[in-house]
């Protein structure tokens, strides 16, 4: 480079990034040769044969203004079990298009699926508030069942059943959230149960993936496996036709790396969470979840690569212009990029990018024009 880039927290060390001079990380956008899906699913150790879930257990149904629910639970084959929402329309008898609803990060990890849709009990403060951030209110997943779509909503590796419990976390981490909640309490705010975990957790996180590096894994890699195995469940059901996939945030990095690695992904919509690495150095990094950071991804792909090397597998980017996440010059330079793939693909109409005005969310009409998407490409 002609110019030397400075980065806040690089500072004195900001030459790093061109002396390493990552793909993923290049000033000049390189062209990516060779299988890339398949360089991504070696990296995230995906099986040739989707793995299946284990012991299943249907734990109780309700139903619910139109909607029929099935409280599932079942084993990925290690940790406490794996608690899922299947949500339906009650008076279908014919098979229905499947979706996975996939919760976001959020820095808030004592729930998971409850973040996105309405189960048999009651919705606790700490999620109304989340959803009217993020949500403009709504619980999307039941909205989108009520669509005419199998929804299945569930926790995965880090959260809600498969969460960790705060007494297998560190003494450290323990004594610095003991610390942060007697300075709440000072400043005349008292952190209940809930809070106080997620707080640890957001420390935790970076202790798991130090573990996952020592076994040889990465919370990416366990995230989406967990992704795969309930893709296999959704679309094996009886009243499921083809399924897609749908998150918002921690949930569109989900949804964007099932679009690359799982074949049974026949729709996928990424929402709030596409932009170049590059874009993300100097503010951005900090903000996000390891399962962002793919161990190694960025040696040979940049993330608008991931998510669009099943080109032309339908796909529907949702931005938010204003999002505090991420710089808009991302966001747009991922745009082009996933739309020239498309192209080169010969089936450019097979992605739509949709910019949108306001901050990090999915609110309402968003969610509109992507069930409406959805409908296009998993009911025709």
Known sequence: MSERATFQHLGIFSDLVDHVGAVGVAKEHEQVTGDLCQRIRTLLSVEPVPPRLQDLRIETTWT??????????WSTGFGPRTVGWVIRPDDYTERLPGVLALHGH???KWYGKEKIADGPEPVDPTIRTLREELYEGRAF???LAAEGFVVLAYDVFLWGSRRFPLDAMSDSIRQLTNLWVESEVRSGRAPDEIARYNFAARQHEHLVAKYCTVIGTSIPALVSREDHIAAAYLSGRPDVES?????LSGGGCRAALLQATCDLICAAVIVGMMTTYRSLLDHHVEQHTWMFFPPGLSSFADWPQVAACRAPSPLLVQYDRDDQLFRLEGMEEADREIREQYVRSGQSEAYQGLFYPGLHKFDRPMQADAFAWLKE???A
């Open 64 to 73: 619910n203004r139109g909607l029929r629910g099935e409280e599932l639970s």
């Open 106 to 108: 959020d820095g808030v």
């Open 141 to 143: 997943a039941n909205a």
């Open 243 to 247: 399924i897609g996939c749908i998150g």
């Open 377 to 379: 490409k998993l009911m």
